[in-house]
């Protein structure tokens, strides 16, 4: 799988962007920071991509993701890493409840 560009605007003091970074960084995935705080004309190229106004605000390749939030629903999901160019993540303990992992099916 091919990974794709990840941009992350953020700022100095929030603490989404922190989290945000984090779960990039758990998953080995590298990106880009845009720091608005830094730049103002990042900011605007910031709100003109995404049309908003908070921080951060995720890129991964052409998809604007949104927000921590949306990035971390995302995950929950199971739809984040095939986004991102990973293999699927399959957690222990999800799968054992899972109906492949059953004993109890139909023979």
């Known amino acids: 799988m091919s990974t794709p560009k990840?941009?992350?605007y953020s700022t100095l003091m929030c603490p989404?962007?922190?989290r945000a970074k984090s779960l990039l960084q758990s998953k080995g995935v590298e990106?880009?920071?845009i720091?608005?705080?830094m730049d103002r004309s990042r900011m605007a190229e910031m709100?003109?991509?995404s049309g908003r106004r908070t921080v951060p605000q995720i890129f991964i390749g052409d998809t604007h993701v949104?927000?921590?939030d949306d990035?971390?629903?995302l995950d929950a999901q199971g739809r984040l890493d095939p986004l991102l160019g990973l293999e699927p993540h399959y957690d222990e303990?999800?799968?054992a409840h899972s109906p492949e992992a059953s004993e109890d099916g139909p023979t």
Request: hydrophobic fraction near 50%; glycine fraction near 8%.
């Open 93 to 95: 303990a999800t799968f």
């Open 66 to 68: 949104g927000g921590y």
């Open 16 to 18: 989404y962007c922190v």
């Open 31 to 33: 990106f880009e920071e």
């Open 71 to 73: 990035m971390a629903a």
């Open 35 to 37: 720091r608005i705080d």
């Open 47 to 49: 709100m003109e991509r």
């Open 6 to 8: 990840v941009v992350v």
